[in-house]
């Protein structure tokens, strides 16, 4: 008989969208990651893009 599955185990990430976690996945994939290395790398850089940008609509020309 076959062993009953264990519950998903939740990753040290919190609160991950359904197309985060794919193309977290997929990025894992691509670069040798593990998911939860991708998601952390795809997160700094998307608060480094949001920090950026409010930085720059702070100037005014």
């Known amino acids: 008989m076959a062993k009953k599955r264990s519950k ?3 990753s040290g990430v919190s609160a991950v969208s359904p197309a985060e976690a794919y193309e977290a996945a997929y990025f894992a994939r691509k670069c040798g ?3 939860d290395e991708a998601l952390k790398i795809m997160r700094e850089a998307q608060r480094s893009a949001q920090v950026t940008m409010s930085a720059s609509t702070g100037r005014q020309n």
Do not use: K, N, S, V
């Open 8 to 10: 998903l185990e939740l």
């Open 33 to 35: 990651l593990t998911r």
